[in-house]
């Protein structure tokens, strides 16, 4: 079976707030109202779905959302991260601030407004490149 992942659901404290975020640093078009859902779109067609959570916001489960972007992208994706002098870490747990330079890439974490969705952008896939044949 070919399958393609079409959609995720993350719950956070604010959605229209979370997907304002994620969508503002990846560049992408404004989120739009979903159902129940705020939602944005990757540039490979997948959907994301930020849902506020039914759940007290100490007992959300941390959810991580890792883009795969170009060089370029990182950097302009860095600097809205700089810019806005928003806290980064090469881990995501958080104990390093920075960026990590991990399987000859680049990458980076940062948190959305309501501190409930790691959201990663790194530049070389966990593992390293694929090595041409």
């Known amino acids: 079976m070919a399958a393609e992942l079409n959609h995720v659901i993350v719950h956070c404290k604010d959605r229209h707030a979370s997907a304002a975020f994620v969508a503002e640093l ?6 739009a109202d979903v159902a129940i859902f705020t939602q944005i779109t990757t540039s490979n067609g997948v959907d994301i779905d ?3 959570s039914v759940v007290a916001p100490d007992d959300l489960n941390n959810s991580h959302l890792a883009f795969l972007v170009t060089e370029e992208e990182f950097d302009t994706t860095f600097a809205k991260i700089t810019e806005r002098s928003l806290p980064h870490w090469a881990d995501p747990y958080r104990t390093t601030e920075g960026i990590n330079h991990n399987d000859g890439g ?3 974490y940062v948190l959305d407004p309501g501190g409930t969705i790691a959201v990663e952008f790194l530049t070389v896939p966990y593992g390293g490149r694929p090595k041409s044949a």
């Open 106 to 108: 680049r990458g980076v």
């Open 50 to 52: 930020f849902a506020d």
């Open 26 to 31: 990846l560049g992408t078009k404004p989120p």
